[in-house]
């Protein structure tokens, strides 16, 4: 039995109306913007979490959170390309935190190439709350590589605040992201 977007919680919306927004949030909304963002990603990631709990039963798989590491990369990989997010490859760096590759993401298509801004920072925010739902507990994402800035793929690192607050801080004094991670204790 296919669940409606209504059963979902879910409402579908076109990219160009997403762009527009997040345009306007980053013309209008200064240094704030993509906090802005990020906070309306994480209210997403509720709904998004029942969503994907719904799509697993409906194909007789148990509850998120019961599932193996290797299966949950599996499923979401497959429920995010079918719901149009676009595809993720789930895996770690240095067993630190867990990274999310990205290579045809939504939120890259509609910041474009052209962009001062090249963040997906609603992605942020939803993957932090979804993933902490998941986990069940608070978890962080910091995006480290950007497609709509001419990487071949978006990554997001995923961890805990303070893990990832010492790698940003480490970025912030000049060291790659690989190696950020790595010095992470």
Not at 134 to 148: K, N
Not at 153 to 171: C, I, K, N, T
Request: hydrophobic share 45%; with cysteine; charged share 20%.
């Amino acid at each position: 039995m296919a669940l409606s977007l209504t059963d979902q919680q879910l409402v579908a919306l076109p990219r160009a109306s997403i762009a527009a927004l997040r345009a306007a949030l980053l013309r209008d909304g200064g240094p704030e913007a993509a906090g802005y963002l990020q906070e309306a990603g994480y209210a997403a990631g509720p709904a998004l979490f029942t969503a994907f709990g719904q799509w697993l039963r409906a194909r007789g798989e148990p509850a998120p959170e019961s599932l193996g590491v290797a299966r949950f990369e599996q499923l979401a990989s497959e429920y995010f390309t079918e719901s149009g997010w676009g595809t993720v490859t789930v895996g770690s760096l240095h067993d630190v935190v867990a990274t999310l590759d990205a290579i045809d993401w939504w939120e890259d298509a509609v910041i474009g190439g052209e962009s001062e801004h090249p963040g997906c920072d609603f992605t942020v925010g939803l993957l932090a709350s979804f993933l902490g739902q998941v986990a069940d507990q608070p978890l962080a994402v910091l995006q480290v590589e950007y497609r709509a800035a001419g990487s071949p793929r978006s990554r997001f690192l995923v961890g805990s605040a303070e893990v990832l607050d010492d790698v940003y801080h480490r970025m912030a004094g000049g060291t790659e992201y690989e190696a950020a991670v790595a010095g992470v204790e």
